[in-house]
């Protein structure tokens, strides 16, 4: 199993930054896919970003891009999603998930390619 602890949540003003980290553990693989994701109340958790732990793709929703930067550090086995000009529609619940598959398309920014979540981590931005 793959366990994933999220932190770097908080709160940040309009056009302000936020660093999330994913911290994974356990059974990790030599190439896996890493995802972004955020959920508000009512809504469905929809994908932010995804990274292949091999570094050779990467994948943003078109309402992030420009302004989310998803990397990794191997050595840590952490990934960030470096949030820059931060909106009030940012604001959700982020988590990150793992699948043990190379990130091969956009089909890796939905939910249901996924098997391993973390807990979570708020960012309220007003």
């Known amino acids: 199993d793959v366990q994933l602890v999220e932190s770097g949540g908080g709160s940040a003003q309009s056009g302000g930054s936020l660093r999330l980290s994913c911290a994974a553990s356990?059974?990790?693989?030599?190439?896996?896919?890493i995802g972004w994701f955020r959920q508000t109340p009512g809504k469905e958790r929809e994908g932010v970003a995804a990274?292949?732990?091999?570094?050779?793709?990467?994948y943003y929703a078109s309402f992030v891009t420009g302004r989310f930067t998803i990397s990794q550090d191997d050595v840590a086995n952490t990934v960030y999603l470096q949030m820059n000009d931060l909106k009030p529609d940012d604001t959700a619940m982020y988590y990150c998930?793992?699948?043990?598959?190379?990130?091969?398309?956009?089909?890796?920014?939905?939910?249901?390619?996924?098997?391993?979540w973390g807990q979570g981590t708020q960012v309220t931005v007003s």
């Open positions: 990274i292949s732990t091999n570094g050779d793709s990467r």
């Open positions: 998930a793992a699948e043990a598959a190379f990130c091969s398309s956009l089909l890796y920014l939905r939910a249901r390619a996924y098997t391993y």
């Open positions: 356990g059974v990790i693989g030599s190439s896996m896919c």
